[in-house]
């Protein structure tokens, strides 16, 4: 099974995705997801200039061998451009082997541990009705498990929560950060306030939704480690399903002090893209969830290693999957949540009908759980004509500013 050609397509069917495309000599199309948000291009080039003219004639069979030529080939280690270039190709002759063997993917994993996999949805509000009606929306829909993030008093635009209302009946997913535009938007934050406020609001949700439902927060890197640590503790008492993200993660030694003030469990990693990122998260066990994605960090081959080590410290998967995560990478996270036995929970953010109109996939959710599927391979197929009429757009992820005019974390 030779490598006839690979293609990079780009496309923007409500926002930017980055797509690549591998062709064996016999026909097969294998699909791999490379989309970094806000910083497309830079991964589309690293792909058509630098990987694909390596590709050709080589034999798609040898996934191993082709991560470990491409990664240390490179001799620039790491970074979120090259983990995303390295894992499309991955995830593209992974969907290639399974088409090959006529199975879905999961099945070359090792087959399914489950029988389906628990997805958590975002509710968000500028207020608690507004907040409260997009939880009932999501438990309308089926979700077992919900994100909860509102606005704060005295911050004017805030991260996971969109700046108009849901249509009523209409969907609540729409919160896209990234704007197209020449220039990112820029944000406000101050820590004090949301520090105050987010207890409140999850004292009024288990008050109106009882103990039972899992609820989930990020706080989206913004905390020093001992804010961090004051949040997980004020929160212990509504049983957080985890805090994600709580403080920023490029100090792996900072958990340490988060984690010997409170039992809130702990997610991060969705800005992470190897399994070094982790050596002292996972080994000394200061997290219980792995939030890398597989567009992300080095493709199915780099995210089964990460997780059977996280496997080894009872770390559980939780994998990263909003809407720009393509349905590409989504799929191939499904095959591996469906596989592994240290699956925690999966994030879903549905797609938006245009992106539909150019990814048909054959992962379905019902009554809260997601599956990949049966369809030989990932089960996903790219219009490339649909693709066609969405030309790429310049887009920004926004930026924070505290109220002094100081660039914070966004
Ligand atoms: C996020 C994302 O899904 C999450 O938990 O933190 O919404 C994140 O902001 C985006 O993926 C950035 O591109
Ligand atoms: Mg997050």
């Known amino acids: 099974m030779r490598i006839a050609s690979a293609d990079v397509v780009v496309t923007s069917p409500g926002r930017n995705f980055v797509t690549l495309k591998v062709v064996t000599d016999d026909g097969l199309v294998g699909l791999g997801d490379a989309t970094l948000n806000g910083r497309e291009l830079a991964v589309a080039s690293y792909l058509q200039d630098h990987i694909v003219p390596l590709l050709k004639g080589r034999d798609a069979h040898r996934i191993e061998d082709t991560w470990q030529f491409l990664y240390r080939s490179a001799y620039w280690r790491r970074g979120p451009v090259t983990m995303s270039a390295i894992a499309a190709v991955d995830v593209a002759l992974w969907d290639l082997k399974a088409k090959a063997a006529g199975m879905p993917l999961y099945q070359l994993l090792g087959g399914a541990s489950r029988t389906g996999i628990t997805a958590y949805g975002h509710a968000s509000g500028r207020d608690t009705d507004e907040l409260f009606d997009s939880i009932r929306h999501h438990l309308e829909l089926g979700f077992r498990a919900i994100r909860v993030q509102t606005a704060v008093p005295g911050i004017t635009t805030l991260y996971g929560v969109p700046t108009t209302p849901a249509n009523p009946g209409g969907r609540h997913d729409d919160y896209e950060p990234a704007a197209r535009g020449a220039l990112p938007a820029e944000e406000d934050w101050d820590t004090r306030a949301y520090l105050r406020h987010i207890p409140t609001v999850f004292e009024a949700v288990r008050a109106e939704f009882g103990p039972e439902l899992p609820l989930l927060h990020d706080g989206h890197h913004r905390m020093t480690p001992i804010q961090a640590a004051r949040l997980g503790k004020a929160l212990e008492p509504y049983d957080l399903f985890w805090l994600e993200d709580c403080t920023p ?48 960090a080095g493709g199915i081959t780099a995210m089964r290693k990460l997780l059977d080590f996280a496997a080894q410290h009872q770390v559980k998967s939780g994998i990263h999957g909003p809407t720009d995560i393509s349905p590409v990478g989504m799929a191939a996270a499904l095959h591996l949540d469906l596989a592994v036995h240290n699956f925690g929970i999966q994030e879903y953010m549905p797609h938006s009908p245009l992106t539909d109109e150019v990814f048909h996939t054959s992962y379905r959710f019902t009554d809260g759980y997601l599956h990949p599927g049966e369809k030989p391979g990932l089960g996903v197929d790219l219009d490339e004509t649909a693709a066609a009429r969405f030309p790429y757009q310049a887009a920004y992820l926004p930026f924070n500013r505290l109220h002094d005019g100081t660039v914070h974390d966004w």
């Open 249 to 296: 993660v490029e100090s792996q030694e900072a958990l340490r002090l988060v984690r010997q003030h409170t039992t809130t469990p702990l997610a991060i990693g969705e800005v992470l893209n190897t399994v070094w990122d982790y050596q002292t998260l996972i080994g000394e066990q200061l997290i219980d969830y792995v939030r890398s994605s597989v567009t992300h």
